[in-house]
């Protein structure tokens, strides 16, 4: 198999912002062309597929900015510099539901923007959860809700759930709590 690797000739940070930061590099091709990469570089996220006792999952409505419109998500949030995804996990669970979970799994991650983002999101399923109450940040307007496994697959279905870390995660969710997930 052919080496299809590209090589860094430059480095440009062209924008710095609190959350993001955009990068254009010069890389050399394989074939040993140049030519010029943007992308952004983004600290990852994690996800949580909240499991109530009785199979429910725990959904959030919230609206989203650049898409101008109120989406129905699993809680996620950034991973802070220098923290454990897992410890991320625990920590945006129970900033933005309420929700601590004593049992976390691992179900893989996601690269959710190959072509232009370095971004890693982690999917954990978030069991034996236990209410305390929501710490949501200042900036952050979220409703929880419960909705069964079949509704937030139908909810893909119809197009009400579009966020693409969701749809993977409830894909993931039915397949775990089928007992397919090994």
Do not use: C
């Amino acid at each position: 198999m052919r080496d299809l690797r590209e090589k860094q000739l430059r480095s440009e940070k062209v924008f710095s912002g609190v959350l993001l930061h955009v990068y254009k590099d010069e890389v050399e091709l394989p074939d040993g062309r140049a030519s010029v990469r943007e992308y952004i570089k983004h600290p990852g996220a994690a996800v949580m597929i909240p499991i109530l006792p009785n199979g429910n999952l725990v959904m959030e409505r919230q609206f989203r900015y650049p898409v101008g419109e109120e989406m129905w998500e699993l809680p996620a949030g950034k991973i802070d510099e220098g923290e454990d995804p897992v410890e991320s996990a625990r920590r945006e669970l129970l900033e933005e539901t309420g929700y601590g979970a004593k049992k976390l799994t691992a179900l893989g991650k996601l690269h959710p923007g190959i072509g232009y983002s370095n971004e890693v999101i982690y999917i954990y399923a978030a069991e034996d959860l236990t209410f305390h109450a929501e710490q949501q940040e200042h900036d952050e307007f979220i409703e929880t809700f419960e909705l069964s496994l079949d509704k937030a697959l139908g909810a893909i279905r119809s197009g009400k759930i579009t966020d693409a870390k969701t749809m993977v995660s409830i894909f993931w969710a039915e397949k775990y709590l089928n007992g397919e997930w090994k």
